[in-house]
């Protein structure tokens, strides 16, 4: 009983309880051989690579926010369930083309915001292969969605991502970022994140290349249990402090070593009709609109109404070949942009959120994160653009909403000086 109330008074979920002592023990058989050492220091990971967390006797002296970020489904920071935000974070991957442009237009255009009348936000994970338009890379990313690296040649076969060397991958990753930042004219510092191609693991290989390269995050880990009976609440995004066990790893190869600091943005997986385990969402069988819209909703409410760790939707444009599908995701959306604390963002504001976590009242008053350069959002605050001055003309178009619908639309040039307004209901989106 003093082990449960010692819990109690500070409580930690499984996977940190495993690695730490919230109790001392009185047992000789459970001593360990320092008052100061803690269980991770002894244990083994699922891989069998001996632990290399700092022996401390406090937890938050070995990982702490806004630098690392231990795997737990518990929310950061001391924020209610009833003033908890949550975050749907839609994800596509491959080349950005003339074939899926307009899709991505209508599900993020401008009649659609978040509670405090900012624009939906996605991360597009771009490849070179298959003829990416990097103009519509660069319209998308103006429009405030993440971009990442998701290789240069998305080459097959799939196994060759689970055996590249470093150099290969790095070459991979490091080169797309490159053609993005060539081609569609948008800073490297703005590309923060990776996903290997089939989500296929390189193990070590791979992250080394990540954190070599200066990326902030990745997102190709899957996680989740196989089964829906099985199923617990999700876990939020976490650093690579710790070595993931085969619990938040479920794919090979798994990394066997820590990387302080660099973000995993995991795929939790979600659960068709039937009860089948995807690890995207277009993995998942649907037959009409009713029956996707469904899908989708229901594993919206499952984490909506438990722990509201970020619910990720994570797909290809191919998924809306059958048209229902892109019917149902519309659908959708419409619905969640509806909801006072609901926030489609992409996986850089999450992180942001990660880092300074802030509750649903707070997030609309404050702005945790900053939109990039060349995009400002007057209903929360107006900024000057970066690198510009007063008397530079600027390329402006305003939106004026009525009940979401836009109403009017401009397009002037002007002083940027003059620019400066705020205006309740009006997002400017401006381009030097």
Not at 14 to 31: I, N, T
Not at 137 to 145: A, F, I, P, R
Not at 150 to 166: G, I, M, V, Y
Not at 256 to 282: A, F, H, Q
Request: hydrophobic content about 35%; proline content about 6%; some cysteine.
């Amino acid at each position: 009983m003093d082990q449960v109330i010692a819990w109690m008074k500070n409580p930690v979920p499984k996977a940190e309880l495993v690695q730490f002592q919230p109790w001392k023990y009185q047992s000789s058989a459970c001593l360990l051989p320092s008052s100061t050492q803690n269980v991770a220091s002894l244990a083994a990971t699922p891989q069998g690579t001996p632990s290399s967390i700092p022996q401390t006797s406090h937890r938050t002296n070995i990982c702490s926010l806004p630098k690392c970020r231990y795997p737990s489904s518990v929310p950061p920071g001391k924020i209610l369930k009833t003033d908890m935000p949550q975050f749907v974070v839609v994800s596509f991957d491959d080349a950005v083309t003339d074939r899926n442009i307009n899709y991505y237009r209508t599900l993020f255009n401008v009649s659609r915001q978040n509670p405090n009348g900012c624009p939906l936000a996605a991360t597009f994970f771009v490849c070179n292969d298959g003829g990416t338009d990097y103009v519509m890379v660069k319209e998308l990313y103006d429009q405030g969605h993440g971009i990442g690296s998701h290789s240069l040649t998305h080459k097959f076969p799939q196994s060759w991502w689970l055996n590249a060397t470093k150099e290969e991958l790095a070459d991979e990753f490091g080169g797309q970022r490159d053609e993005i930042v060539q081609r569609a004219r948008i800073p490297s510092s703005a590309i923060s994140g990776t996903r290997v191609p089939f989500l296929s693991l390189g193990g070590n290989h791979l992250y080394d290349a990540i954190q070599q390269l200066g990326f902030q995050y990745d997102s190709s880990m899957v996680t989740g249990a196989y089964s829906e009976q099985d199923r617990t609440e999700s876990i939020y995004p976490f650093t690579l402090d710790t070595v993931p066990d085969s619990t938040l790893c479920t794919l090979t190869k798994c990394p066997t070593k820590r990387y302080p600091g660099l973000w995993e943005v995991p795929l939790i997986r979600l659960y068709g009709n039937e009860s089948d385990p995807c690890s995207m969402t277009d993995s998942c069988k649907t037959v009409d609109v009713e029956d996707a819209y469904s899908y989708l909703m229901t594993n919206f409410r499952h984490v909506y109404m438990s722990n509201r760790a970020p619910f990720g939707l994570h797909m290809h444009a191919t998924w809306f070949n059958n048209q229902y599908n892109f019917a149902a995701l519309d659908r959708f959306l419409e619905k969640v942009q509806s909801m006072p604390d609901v926030w489609v963002v992409n996986m850089d504001q999450v992180i942001a959120w990660m880092k300074n976590p802030v509750s649903n009242k707070e997030l609309l008053k404050s702005q945790p994160w900053q939109y990039h350069a060349n995009l400002s959002c007057t209903c929360t605050t107006m900024s000057l653009i970066e690198n510009a001055t007063e008397t530079q003309n600027a390329t402006v178009t305003i939106g004026m909403y009525a009940n979401n619908v836009v109403n009017t639309a401009t397009i002037f040039k002007l002083p940027l000086m003059h620019i400066i307004t705020s205006l309740c209901a009006i997002c400017i989106y401006v381009t030097v």
